[in-house]
């Protein structure tokens, strides 16, 4: 199976990041064809430091390498150095309704945020962000798409787009499928459990970074958000706050959510918050400490991007080709 999946250069990597999305990565690498990108392009559809922009590529770059994943096993490059995922971005862009994107959850949550900021301007980027992201998953005809739960409505649109450029022009693209775990897709704030665990929460409390300290870590989790019961029980809705921290203790233990509440059955909300808290430290420790390792080697970094460029773009031009016979654009 062919396997596509990447995340934002646009701050440090969360555990919701991590679970969701990458942890799964790695586990995928073994079987499966897989290329992973860092969406720089994307991620420049908010607002952005373009100087700082270089070392928070490296840094992704270190937590993909740190987390396990092999660059002999798989591709893994930078999104703007293959100039076919804004060209084929465009040609997809000729076909797609705008109410589709103006409906996207995703544009309305950003675009509710930029409006909300004095002087700021929702840009067309933001809105065409679904199309640039079928663009980056067509463009290698992929059957599965990793992902958290936020971009399952996105990937719907690249399936759509992909049976609608089919049908007008022909087959050319695999319809792609997302995958999702089916406990821990989403990943609450720690601070307000009904809304997702964000990279650009402005506060930085409502996320286990992976990078955390231990005091962060015990300092976060002791404060995070429960109810005024006393049961430890998974109940997403009535319970939001418990249910968040068996969904992590549960995904970092390997134990299923019923072993977790019997693990809890006669404990109370502040012995699962130390258990949970020690369990982080001594899963997050040893990735964080790779990381810095990483980090500080910017020649094998930058091979690793110069191995994966070369492989994915041997791909996007023949698919772009393809592409473009079909739509009656000159390959020249
Ligand atoms: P933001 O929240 O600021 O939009 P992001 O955390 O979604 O950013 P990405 O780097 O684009 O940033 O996401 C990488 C992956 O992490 C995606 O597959 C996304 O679905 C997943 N993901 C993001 N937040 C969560 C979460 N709270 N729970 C589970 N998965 C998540
Ligand atoms: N929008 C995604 C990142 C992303 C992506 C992709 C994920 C861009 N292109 C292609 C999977 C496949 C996000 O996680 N926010």
């Given at each position: 199976?062919?396997?596509?999946?990447g995340?934002?250069?646009s701050?440090?990597?969360?555990?919701?990041?991590?679970?969701?999305?990458?942890?799964?990565?790695?586990?995928?690498?073994?079987k499966?064809?897989?290329?992973?990108?860092?969406?720089?392009?994307?991620a420049i559809?908010?607002?952005?430091?373009?100087?700082n922009?270089e070392?928070?590529i490296?840094?992704?770059?270190a937590?993909?390498?740190?987390?396990?994943?092999?660059?002999?096993?798989?591709?893994?490059?930078?999104?703007?150095e293959?100039?076919?995922?804004?060209?084929?971005?465009?040609?997809?862009?000729t076909?797609?309704?705008l109410?589709?994107?103006q409906r996207m959850?995703?544009?309305k949550?950003?675009?509710?945020?930029?409006?909300?900021?004095?002087?700021?301007?929702?840009?067309?980027?933001?809105?065409?962000?679904?199309?640039?992201?079928?663009a980056?998953?067509?463009?290698?005809?992929?059957?599965?798409?990793?992902?958290g739960?936020?971009q399952v409505?996105?990937?719907?649109f690249?399936?759509?787009i992909a049976?609608?450029?089919?049908?007008?022009f022909?087959?050319?693209?695999?319809?792609?499928?997302?995958?999702?775990l089916?406990i821990?897709?989403?990943?609450?704030?720690?601070?307000?459990?009904?809304?997702?665990m964000?990279?650009s929460?402005?506060?930085?409390?409502?996320?286990?970074?992976?990078?955390?300290s231990e005091?962060d870590?015990k300092r976060?989790?002791?404060?995070?958000?429960t109810?005024?019961?006393?049961?430890?029980?998974y109940d997403?809705?009535?319970?939001?706050?418990?249910?968040?921290?068996?969904t992590i203790?549960?995904?970092?233990?390997?134990?299923?959510?019923?072993?977790?509440?019997?693990h809890?059955?006669?404990?109370?909300?502040?012995?699962?918050?130390?258990?949970?808290?020690?369990?982080?430290?001594?899963?997050?420790?040893?990735?964080s400490?790779k990381?810095?390792?990483?980090?500080?080697?910017?020649?094998?970094?930058?091979?690793?991007?110069?191995?994966?460029?070369?492989?994915?773009?041997k791909?996007?031009?023949s698919?772009?080709?393809?592409?473009?016979?079909?739509?009656?654009?000159?390959?020249?």
């Open positions: 199976m062919k396997v596509f999946s995340a934002q250069p701050g440090k990597i969360h555990i919701g990041n991590y679970l969701a999305a990458i942890k799964n990565w790695a586990e995928l690498q073994d499966n064809e897989c290329l992973f990108s860092i969406v720089d392009l994307h559809t908010v607002d952005y430091d373009a100087e922009f070392k928070k490296n840094q992704l770059l937590v993909y390498l740190a987390i396990g994943l092999d660059p002999e096993k798989v591709t893994i490059f930078l999104q703007s293959i100039k076919e995922h804004s060209e084929l971005a465009w040609l997809l862009s076909i797609t309704p109410n589709e994107l959850t995703q544009f949550d950003k675009s509710e945020k930029v409006a909300g900021k004095s002087g700021a301007t929702i840009n067309a980027g933001l809105l065409n962000y679904p199309i640039l992201m079928a980056d998953i067509l463009l290698y005809q992929t059957d599965i798409v990793p992902v739960q936020d409505q996105h990937i719907e690249a399936r759509t049976r609608k450029f089919n049908k007008k022909g087959q050319t693209f695999k319809v792609p499928e997302a995958k999702v089916k821990g897709a989403k990943i609450m704030s720690l601070v307000d459990p009904t809304k997702k964000s990279k929460d402005e506060n930085q409390e409502s996320c286990i970074y992976i990078t955390d005091k870590i976060k989790i002791s404060r995070s958000v109810d005024s019961g006393k049961k430890i029980k997403a809705k009535k319970k939001a706050g418990i249910s968040n921290l068996l203790y549960s995904l970092f233990s390997g134990k299923t959510i019923k072993e977790t509440e019997k809890f059955i006669n404990k109370n909300y502040k012995q699962l918050k130390e258990e949970l808290s020690d369990l982080l430290i001594e899963k997050l420790s040893p990735i400490k990381i810095k390792e990483l980090e500080g080697r910017d020649i094998y970094l930058k091979e690793v991007l110069e191995i994966g460029r070369k492989k994915a773009q791909i996007a031009k698919s772009m080709e393809t592409v473009k016979r079909k739509m009656g654009l000159s390959i020249n």
